[in-house]
């Protein structure tokens, strides 16, 4: 396989980078599907993403990024911040000479993905959307203010254990596939990059502050949106409802997994994701707008169809 490729843009005064695993041409092999490029969470930098280099990368380019506010980026500047991640992801999809990309976002990830897609529908070839916090509810908005609170006055052990547990189901009585391992994992991945970034906590303090926009619906570009069946950030009722403001698009659940579904069903996710980017239905998928919003109609990934469990 070819050696990974790492590129330096800026937005403005912003410095960023992107990785590329380049599919590999050899013998005159062509990629099934236009580059993809992941988008994840507010620390799910450029090399996050194992299980997704090992689906994608034999049907084409794989591409991961360090956004600015993010990994080894510079830091976000005061103010909004929306459209310079976006430019950011244009830089990239015109570093590559990619006419159009495929997009996967994934929590943090999904509101600039799907604010590209709205602005640049011409650029993206398909878009999947995973763990959508379309609707942070009271309770949840309590947690976060409680998190940052922790993590103002230097208290990242707490802050760690606050914000893992806000993005999990904790309740027994709802089966959650490896959740103590992805919890643990979800504690040490904020710790660590807490000591380790300069700007993790500047970076995190806007990701528990913002409140992206999800409305205003997108036409054009092929879309598929999956929740884990038990998302305690945003219920899997809520983001099928987002999901139908995307026309055509297509919605289903994971079963026994909560917002953490890409760690706790790392290799499902990754199948379904490049089955979608490479033209294969999803199993068990069903158009959003099936059913009417708030009905509980969305469709849950059966057990038969369930890839291994992944790696966290």
């Known amino acids: 396989m070819p050696e990974e490729i790492i590129r330096t843009l800026s937005a403005g005064p912003v410095r960023y980078g992107y990785r590329v695993l380049p599919y590999d041409r050899s013998g005159g092999a062509v990629p099934r599907t236009e580059p993809t490029l992941i988008l994840g969470g507010a ?3 450029m090399f996050g993403w194992p299980q997704m280099d090992d689906h994608l990368g034999p049907a084409t380019d ?3 990024a360090d956004l600015p506010g993010m990994g080894g980026a510079d830091p976000l ?26 997009i996967f976002g994934f929590s943090y990830g999904t509101a600039i993905a799907f604010g590209f897609a709205q602005r640049h529908p011409d650029r993206v070839a398909r878009l999947a959307l995973g763990g959508v916090p379309v609707h942070i509810d009271a309770e949840q908005a309590a947690c976060w203010e409680r998190a940052r609170r922790q993590l103002a006055v230097g208290d990242r052990d707490q802050f760690a254990a606050t914000a893992a547990d806000a993005l999990m189901c904790l309740d027994p009585e709802r089966p959650v596939h490896r959740r103590e391992l992805a919890r643990r994992y979800v504690r040490r991945s904020f710790l660590h990059a807490l000591t380790h970034s300069p700007h993790a906590a500047d970076s995190l303090h806007r990701a528990l502050a913002d409140r992206p926009d999800f409305t205003g619906g997108l036409a054009g570009v092929p879309a598929l949106v999956f929740a884990g069946e038990h998302d305690t950030v945003t219920s899997p009722a809520r983001q099928r409802e987002f999901a139908a403001t995307i026309e055509g698009s297509r919605f289903l659940t994971i079963g026994e997994s909560d917002h953490w579904v890409v760690l706790e069903r790392a290799e ?4 379904l994701v490049t089955g979608f980017f490479t033209g294969r239905e999803p199993a068990a998928g069903a158009p959003a707008g099936a059913v009417a919003p708030g009905a509980s109609g969305a469709a849950v990934l059966p057990r038969q169809h369930r890839a291994p469990a992944g790696r966290t």
């Open 62 to 64: 794989v591409v991961t």
């Open 268 to 271: 499902e996710v990754a199948s």
């Open 77 to 102: 500047p005061p103010g909004p911040s929306a459209d310079l991640l976006r430019r950011a992801v244009l830089g990239i999809a015109d570093d590559l000479g990619a006419p159009r990309l495929n």
């Open 43 to 45: 620390l799910q930098g």
